[in-house]
Nanobody
Framework: QVQLVESGGGLVQPGGSLRLSCAAS????????MGWYRQVSAKERELVAS???????NYDGSVKGRFTISRFNTGNSVNLQMNKLKPEDTAVYYC????????????WGQGTQVTVSS
């Protein structure tokens, strides 16, 4: 089992910056990939950015060049630096961890609200 605790988020004006942090505990050696997803109301949760155990990153096209994901602390923590925020970035952001193995277990944080508004 993996537990994820998120921090960061809040209200920011368009063009501003925020940083989200996520710390994993439990079976951290089983984590292959960590990432951030976001969800707006009842819409489907979508991938924002992810990073694997070896540092490979993946970004949604809408955030490329504005958001940066990084993994540190022996791989059990991940940050999402969000710059040049837009109103359409407003969502609940969830930290995710996915395990190694033929069966990929997925774990979720509790979510943190990001609101971009003037």
């Amino acid at each position: 089992q993996v537990q994820l605790v998120e921090s960061g988020g809040g209200l920011v004006q368009p063009g501003g910056s925020l940083r989200l942090s996520c710390a994993a505990s439990g079976s951290i050696s089983s984590i292959r990939t960590m990432g951030w997803y976001r969800q707006v109301s009842a819409k489907e949760r979508e991938l924002v950015a992810s990073i694997t155990f070896d540092g490979s990153t993946n970004y949604d096209g809408s955030v490329k060049g504005r958001f940066t994901i990084s993994r540190f602390n022996t791989g059990n923590s991940v940050n999402l630096q969000m710059n040049k925020l837009k109103p359409e970035d407003t969502a609940v952001y969830y930290c995710n961890a996915e395990s190694f193995g033929p069966v990929r277990y997925s774990y979720w944080g509790q979510g943190t609200q990001v609101t971009v508004s003037s």
